[in-house]
């Protein structure tokens, strides 16, 4: 069973386009992450929730717009897709409030834009 | 401003052979420390943390670490390495309160 899970796991759309990428863990914990890996692998944090809420929202353009129906799951929505959003998006979460301890992360989603 | 460093983008090993890959950081107080191992088409797992007390720490995998101060490194380390270690190895660090920093990566070959 699954404790950080992520679909699509690929996504292959056009410039312009909106998608989503869902996240769900059932780990029960409180706090939950995107993060972004370039093609140079680099990972840079994009936004954290604690317990449904935004806690962490780096400099990231305005259409990426994470959303956290439930503290089970945190979905990232992006709007007018580019060139440049190409990249893997992979979900965590941790059972502590903030960024301190170990992350469990899902295995990615890879979205490629063309 | 707060960074981790790995230094080594690309390492190869022979299979058998130890292992150490670099990981330096820049901060006053006291770090959360962690390596984190990425197979091709997965994601992160952790293999160690360092939160406090004993500097040498033990990970899953026959990994290991070393917290030293004085040079503001945490060393990740396995002396006989395998095949399947090939992989990505990410330090990263944090405080309470903080994003969870990464550094670069290293990628990780193993030859026959």
């Known amino acids: 069973d699954t404790a950080v899970s992520q679909t699509p796991k690929y996504l292959v759309t056009q410039m312009g386009n909106d998608k989503s990428i869902k996240c769900e863990q059932n780990l029960g914990h409180d706090t939950m992450y995107w993060y972004k890996q370039d093609s140079k692998k680099f990972l840079k944090i994009m936004f954290s929730?604690?317990?449904?809420?935004?806690?962490i929202n780096e400099t990231v353009p305005n259409r990426f717009s994470p959303k956290s129906p439930d503290k089970a799951h945190l979905n990232l929505h992006i709007n007018s897709l580019e060139l440049g959003d190409s990249a893997v998006y992979f979900c965590a979460s941790s059972p502590l409030a903030g960024e301190v301890g170990e992350l469990f992360f899902g295995e990615g989603s890879r979205l490629t834009v063309l | 401003a707060q960074s981790v460093t790995q230094p080594d983008i690309h390492i190869t090993v022979s299979e058998g052979a130890s292992l150490e890959l670099r990981c330096n950081y820049s901060?006053?107080?006291?770090?959360?420390l962690f390596w984190y191992v990425q197979s091709p088409g997965q994601g992160l797992q952790l293999l160690l943390k360092?939160?406090?007390?004993?500097?040498l720490v033990q990970g899953i995998k026959g990994f290991e670490a070393e917290f030293k101060r004085s040079q503001s490194s945490f060393n990740l380390r396995k002396p006989s390495v395998h095949w399947s270690d090939a992989a990505e190895y990410f330090c990263a660090y944090n405080q309470a309160g903080t994003a969870l920093i990464f550094g670069k990566g290293t990628t990780l070959s193993v030859s026959s």
């Open positions: 901060y006053g107080a006291t770090p959360y």
């Open positions: 360092y939160f406090s007390g004993d500097t």
């Open positions: 929730y604690n317990n449904k809420e935004l806690i």
